[in-house]
C-alpha cells in the first residue's frame, strides 16, 4: 500500500508543523463558505485558512482579476512601476487611521512585523521593544523574540531586548479582578514604569495586536489603548498595531482594529486576508518614521503585479458588498448565540472577540484550568458534523471561530446549532 499525504508530509516536513485532527483534512475545493475536502466531505468552513480567505471561496471578481493580471505580467520587481501597487498604496493610505501614511509591501505578516521594526529601532536608535503578553508577531527571528506565548518565543539570541507588558486579556490576567477602569490604570502604570526603568532609556516601539489573535481573541477593555498611548506619547515610543489578523474590517470596525479604541498608531501592519490567502503584507507608516531608513527596494516580489491587482479586487469587493457591516450583524449574532450555549455549559469559562473575530475559551468545569483536550475534541466532533473551527489561546483551549465575512445569518445559524450540540455532548 502506497504511503498517504499525511505520512508523506510527516517524512519530509518539520515535525513542529502539526496539522488539525488525527486523522488530517485536505481542502481541494471551495465555493463561498463551503469546502470540500480530499475525503470528499463537504464541510462549512469557519476557520477561513488561519483567517486569511477574507471573503470566501471562489468569488468570481476576485478570481478574475488574478486571471486578468497573470495572462498580462506575473512579476517585474520593485525597481520598476507597478500600477497595481500604487492603486493599492493609495487605497490602504485613505483607509488607514496613521497620519501622513506611508506603505510599503513584503510577503507575509512576519515581514510586515519586521519592517515595522526596522523603521522603529532606526528611528529610535534602540533595539528596546516593548510587546504584550499573549502576543503572536510571527515566525522570523525578532517577530519570534516579540511573541509573548510560551513555546512560540524565541531562545533569547535575538537581536532585539523584548519585555512583555500585560495584556488586556482579563480572564487570565493578575489584573483581572479589577473593574475594567482600574484594570486599564493597573496596565497603564505597570508601562509607565517599564518605560522609566528601561536600561537605554529609548525605546524603540510598543507593539500590540487590537485582538489578540493566536493568543486567544482577547480583546481589552474599550479605554485600554487610549490610555496605554497616553504613556507612549509622553516619553515618544511609537505604537505599532500589529493588525495581521484583525485588519481590513473582520472585527467590524471600518479597517482596522484599532479604530475601536479610537487610537491613531504611528505604524500598522498588515497581511493574511488583504490578496484573500494570496500572499502579502505590508506596513503603514507615518512618512518620518517610513523614510527614516536608507535602503532601496528592498522586497524583491513585496507588492507584486498579482498579489496588489488582487488585493485591490478584495477591497472593492468589501465595499461594494457593505461586508464591514455583514462583519458587525453576523458577529453579534455568533456572539449571541455562543453566549445563549454558554449559560447552559459549564465547559465555557469565556465567550469573546470582535465582529467576526469570536473566542471560546474552555476550562474544566468550575475553575480557570484550561481544557485544551476538550477543544480538541470539540473541533473533531465539529469535523464529524460537517463544520471547521480553529483553537488557540496560551493552553490551545479556546475555540476560534472566523467564518469568512460574506458569512451569512442562515450559515452562523448551521454552525451554531452544530457548536450547541457538540459543546452539550462534550461536556456531559
Ligand atoms: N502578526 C499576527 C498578529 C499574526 O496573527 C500573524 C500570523 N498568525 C503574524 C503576525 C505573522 O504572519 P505570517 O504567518 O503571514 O508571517
Not at 515581514?111 to 528611528?123: D, G, I, P, S, Y
Request: with cysteine; glycine share 12%; net charge negative.
Amino acid at each position: 500500500t502506497s504511503p498517504s499525504l499525511h505520512d508523506r508530509h510527516q517524512a519530509v516536513m518539520p515535525a513542529w508543523m502539526r496539522c488539525y485532527y488525527g486523522n488530517p483534512l485536505e481542502l481541494v475545493s471551495g465555493s463561498g463558505r463551503r469546502v470540500t475536502g480530499g475525503d470528499g466531505e463537504r464541510y462549512l468552513d469557519f476557520f477561513g485558512g488561519l483567517l486569511a480567505t477574507m471573503v470566501g471561496h471562489d468569488i468570481p471578481e476576485i478570481t478574475e482579476a488574478l486571471q486578468r493580471q497573470a495572462g498580462r505580467i506575473f512579476h517585474s520587481s520593485t525597481l520598476y512601476l507597478i500600477r497595481s501597487q500604487v492603486e493599492l498604496a493609495e487605497k490602504i493610505a485613505a483607509r488607514a487611521p496613521v497620519d501622513d501614511p506611508k506603505v510599503f509591501f513584503v510577503n507575509s505578516g512576519s515581514e510586515a512585523v519586521e519592517a515595522a521594526f526596522l523603521l522603529t529601532t532606526t528611528a529610535q536608535r534602540s533595539n528596546q521593544v516593548i510587546a504584550l503578553r499573549g502576543s503572536y508577531h510571527g515566525r522570523s527571528f525578532g517577530t519570534v523574540a516579540a511573541t509573548g506565548i510560551r513555546g512560540w518565543s524565541a531562545t533569547g539570541l535575538s537581536p532585539l531586548q523584548v519585555t512583555y507588558a500585560h495584556s488586556g486579556y482579563k480572564y487570565r490576567s493578575p489584573f483581572g479582578h479589577l473593574p475594567d477602569a482600574e484594570f486599564t490604570a493597573a496596565c497603564r502604570d505597570e508601562l509607565e514604569t517599564m518605560i522609566e526603568t528601561s536600561t537605554s532609556g529609548e525605546i524603540a516601539c510598543y507593539i500590540a495586536e487590537p485582538v489578540q489573535g493566536a493568543g486567544g481573541f482577547a480583546n481589552p477593555p474599550d479605554d485600554f489603548f487610549r490610555e496605554m498611548k497616553t504613556v507612549l506619547d509622553r516619553y515618544d515610543v511609537p505604537f505599532i498595531s500589529d493588525e495581521v489578523q484583525s485588519g481590513w474590517g473582520r472585527t467590524g470596525r471600518s479597517y482596522f482594529g484599532i479604530e475601536h479604541y479610537g487610537v491613531r498608531p504611528q505604524a500598522l501592519t498588515f497581511a493574511k486576508g488583504l490578496a484573500n490567502g494570496l500572499a502579502i503584507g505590508g506596513v503603514v507608516a507615518e512618512a518620518g518614521l517610513m523614510d527614516c531608513v536608507s535602503a532601496n527596494s528592498i522586497s524583491t516580489a513585496g507588492g507584486n503585479p498579482i498579489a496588489t491587482s488582487t488585493a485591490n479586487a478584495v477591497i472593492d469587493y468589501i465595499e461594494s458588498h457593505e461586508l464591514q457591516a455583514n462583519a458587525d450583524a453576523v458577529g453579534r449574532q455568533l456572539r449571541r448565540g455562543l453566549e445563549a450555549i454558554a449559560a447552559g455549559c459549564p465547559l465555557i469559562g469565556e465567550v469573546r472577540g470582535a465582529g467576526l473575530m469570536l473566542g471560546v475559551e474552555l476550562v474544566e468545569p468550575g475553575t480557570r484550568t484550561a481544557a485544551p483536550a476538550a477543544a480538541d475534541t470539540v473541533l473533531a466532533e465539529a469535523r464529524a458534523a460537517g463544520l471547521l473551527i480553529g483553537k488557540g489561546g496560551l493552553s490551545g483551549n479556546v475555540l476560534r471561530i472566523t467564518p469568512p465575512m460574506t458569512v451569512t445569518a442562515d450559515e452562523a445559524r448551521e454552525a451554531l446549532v452544530i457548536l450547541g450540540e457538540v459543546l452539550s455532548t462534550v461536556s456531559n
